[in-house]
């Protein structure tokens, strides 16, 4: 979508009519967990290579 071309009454419709913050605050949940399997697996590689 080109906001550039539309009137900003358009855009601030488009904008205030989305998903809202839901979806985004999913993801950033999804992710936080993701790290932390990360940091789990990263902690056990270094205990097992470490000797």
């Excluded at 900003?8 to 992710?31: F, Q, R, V, Y």
């Amino acid at each position: 979508m080109n906001f550039v071309v539309l009137p900003p009454e358009i855009n601030s419709a488009l904008m205030l009519a989305g998903a809202g913050s839901g979806p985004t605050l999913a993801a950033a949940a999804a992710w936080d967990g993701l790290a932390a399997e990360l940091g789990d697996a990263a902690s056990s590689f270094s205990a097992v290579t470490s000797g």
